[in-house]
Each structure stands twice: as C-alpha cells, then as structure tokens.
C-alpha cells in the first residue's frame, strides 16, 4: 500500500508555498534524533528502517490521491501537477538497524530537495517512534531475563494491525524468540509460537479430558494451560497425560502454562511437583502482564520459570509510552556548499546543533567507549588504543537504494553484539551510567557563534 499521503497536513501546505517561491529545488538535510530514551535507560535500539526504505521506494502520488486534493481546492493545477510526477531523488543516510543509539545523535538524514525531505517527516517519526520504543522495551526485558525463553503475546493489546505486526518484528530484533502474531511470522519470518487458551479447556466437560484430546493431536510440543479453573488440580492433570506419553523417558518438548496468580509461588509449586514425579525436564511458562520490573522480581526470587510469555506491557510499552524523535532542518546546500542551519528555543534541551555530521563510535578491547559528533567535512581523530566506526551507511543516493538489507535474524545478531558492546553500567534497569557523546571543536564553535549571532 502506498501511504504517500499520510503526512501532516502542514507539510503539504509548505510544500505548496515552497513551490509558490520556486524554492522547491533547493537541497536541505534534515536530521532525525530522540531526547531521550524511554523508561530513563540510558540507551535504546534503532529499529524501523527497512518500513522506512520500502517507503521511499513507492513514494508517489497516485491519480486518486492527486483528486483528492484537488478537490480540498488549496493547491493549484501547476503544483498538484508536480506532485503527480514526484519521487525520492535524493540520499538517506542512516545507523543501522539494532544498533545502540543514544539520545541527541543524528540517527538518520535526508538529504533532498526541500519538497521530498518534507513529505517524508511524518512517516519516518511514525516509524521510528514505534519500533524503536518496542525494539528498546524488548532489549530492557532480554536483558533481564538473559537467557530465558521470551514470546511476544502482544498483538490483541496492539494499537492497530500495524503496530502488531512491526512490534513484533522490533520485538524479535530486541532479543525476544518468536511471536504469537501469525502474519509477522509470514511477512518476516519470525519463529511463531501458540498453543491453547482457556476456552479450549472449557469446551470438554472437565479439564483432564480437555489435555488428553489435545495430546492427541499435539504431540512433540506439548504446553498445557493449567489454571483454567485451579491450578493445583490443573497440575495434577498435566502430571497424569505426561506419565500417559510417558514424557520423562522421551523426547517430547513439553510444558506446562500458568497465565494468573502469584507466579513466584506458584511456579515454585508447580517445579516441585514435577520434579518430584520425575519431570524435571518439564518446562514452566508464565504471562500475565508482564515486564521487565516484575521479571527482575521473580528471577531475583529464584521463580523457576523457563519462558516468559509477554503481551500489553511490551507491545505497547506502559510505562514509558513515548520515544519522541524528531525532525530538524540542520543545513541547506547552495552552489555545492553546506550552509549550517539552527533552531534556537528558550529551552536548551530543544537548541538544535546545527550541520551534517558524522557519528563516529570508538571502541577499545571491543567494549564502546564514547561517540564523536564530527562535522561532515572534518577529519576523524585517532586515539591510541582505540578503534572506531562511522554510524551512519548510504541507503538511498541519487533516489537509488544502494543498501542491501540483511535479514531479520541477522539484525537481531547484530542488535545482540552492539548491546554487548556496551559496558554493563550502561544497560543497568536502575540508574544506569549515562554513555559518553563528544562534540567536535569545531561543532561547538559553530552552535555558540550561531547563538550569539542570532
């Protein structure tokens, strides 16, 4: 689907009067950061490229599209003309999706003829703002639960069938294992996992019929839900189909689900009822609005819980709902010259840093050490002992994607690497240790006289 039209308004009406002024040739970069990441972490994922690059590639106005406005009677024959023939001419400029970014870094430029780069706003910072808040509250959630089994459950508390579908993609990049969203598994190749809810245990007249009608039909990956009714009695039941498949002595791949109460003593229950009756490779799986705080809890409390199932709190991201990157013009090219641009505001947390720039990630014993923020023109400083890498790679020149994208499992070994690139003080739930971001000389000179100038 084409979705050239979803854009604020404004952008449109700009645009118009940019092409009014016959200005709407002029080359602009305009740079996308966040400032600040969610849930106070000191880091978060980039995560949202690959939507962003096939959106670019069907950037066009159809027929219908170009009626459409027509008939709002705000733009006349000569621009809606224009508009019918526009594409992506320009570059693109972006970090890598899963890697780790820091608030107030240029995570991605457009450089394009003011009229493109402007239409192209609102879908970026849609795309962006999403997956990378799930991309990071996914990452929080792995990095608390290690090695555990995590399944993304998300997609009925999802704000709509997108947000489902690219939160479970950002989930997967950010560590999780596999999703209950069928369609992400066939779009994006995503392990899918699923297995019974409630309602089949209270379509059998009791529940121990209900497991053996499953078994039945399922039986290298059992995972039996047993708190439909009581969970006491539910593991009971599970215990007597498992014995019936004779699942201690085989090797069935088998579980058993607890979605309500105190998961950290029931959990300890259900573990020691299984291993007392020999099913010690009896895996538990727990849900029920789940998180990364509650996770630390159980785990701390030695819960003997194999896999976490987790829904709402992920999907939608409860407790820091918000990314908030944004999109600022930071220079405009005049007879082949980048000329700096700013935005100046009463609150210095909103002072833009003007120019393009590169950003430059030194390591040292592979651990991140720092970012330099280099004016795009400058050398890049070599420190003894220290390796570096430039962020940003080419995605589009010319209006020609040049970039070839890696596939999903791939990003999501790459998230994996640039997070253990980060010293543990960094990634920390609770007050983590803020990571280094140094700003050129040159850079600094060129805000403060583009302050005191203005």
């Known amino acids: ?10 952008e449109l009406s700009m645009a118009y009067a940019y092409f009014k002024q016959n200005m709407h ?28 690059i096939n959106h670019i590639k069907k950037f066009s106005f159809s027929k219908s599209d170009i009626k459409y406005l027509k008939n709002t009677k705000k733009f006349d024959d ?99 294992h596999a999703s209950a969203c069928t369609l992400a598994g066939k779009n ?43 969970y006491k009695k539910g593991i009971e039941n599970a215990i007597l189909i498992f ?26 229950f259900l573990r020691k009822k299984l291993d007392f009756v020999g099913l010690k490779n009896c895996k538990i799986i727990a849900s029920n609005a789940l998180d990364e705080i509650i996770i630390e809890k ?21 407790s820091s709902p918000i990314f908030g990157a944004v999109y600022k013009l930071v220079a405009i090219e005049k007879n082949n010259q980048i000329i700096p641009k700013i935005k100046i505001s009463a609150s210095s947390s909103k002072t833009t840093l003007p120019h393009f720039k590169k950003l430059i990630r030194y390591y040292k014993n592979k651990k991140a050490n720092f970012d330099i923020l280099y004016t795009c023109d400058e050398n890049v400083k070599n420190y003894q002992g220290y390796t570096y890498k430039n962020l940003h790679e080419i995605i ?11 596939n999903l499992k791939n990003t999501q070994i790459y998230c994996k690497n640039s997070v253990l690139s980060l010293e543990q003080k960094i990634k920390q739930l609770h007050n983590p240790s803020i990571y280094k971001i140094k700003i050129s000389k040159k850079l600094q000179n060129l805000q403060k006289n583009y302050l005191e100038k203005n």
């Open 78 to 176: 000569d621009f809606l003309n224009y508009l019918s023939t526009l594409s992506f001419s320009g570059d693109l400029f972006s970090v890598k999706e899963g890697e780790c970014v820091f608030a107030s870094e240029p995570l991605m430029y457009i450089k394009a003829p003011i009229i493109e780069a402007l239409l192209l706003e609102t879908f970026i910072l849609l795309t962006l703002n999403h997956q990378c808040l799930i991309a990071t509250k996914a990452n929080r959630i792995k990095q608390i639960a290690k090695e555990k089994t995590l399944l993304e459950f998300g997609s009925r508390r999802a704000h709509g069938e997108n947000a489902a579908l690219n939160g479970a993609r950002a989930a997967f990049i950010g560590g999780f």
């Open 298 to 318: 159980l785990l701390k409390n030695k819960a003997p819980i194999d896999a976490f199932g987790i829904g709402e709190k992920l999907i939608t991201s409860a």
């Open 188 to 230: 994006f190749k995503i392990p899918i996992s699923g297995t019974m809810s409630h309602a089949w245990i209270q379509m059998f007249d009791d529940e121990l019929s209900a497991f053996r009608a499953y078994c039945q039909i399922y039986k290298d990956n059992i995972s039996l839900l047993i708190d439909t009714y009581d």
């Open 396 to 406: 589009f020149k010319n209006g020609n994607l040049i970039y070839k994208k890696p």
């Open 1 to 10: 689907m084409n979705f050239s039209l979803l854009c604020d308004f404004y």
């Open 243 to 268: 014995k019936e498949l004779n699942a201690q002595d085989s090797m069935l791949n088998y579980s058993v689900r607890i979605d309500s109460g105190d998961l950290l003593e029931i959990s300890k």
């Open 25 to 52: 040739k002029q080359v602009v970069y305009f740079e996308v950061f966040f400032r600040k990441a969610p849930d106070n972490a000191s880091y978060a994922i980039f995560c949202g490229l690959e939507q962003i």
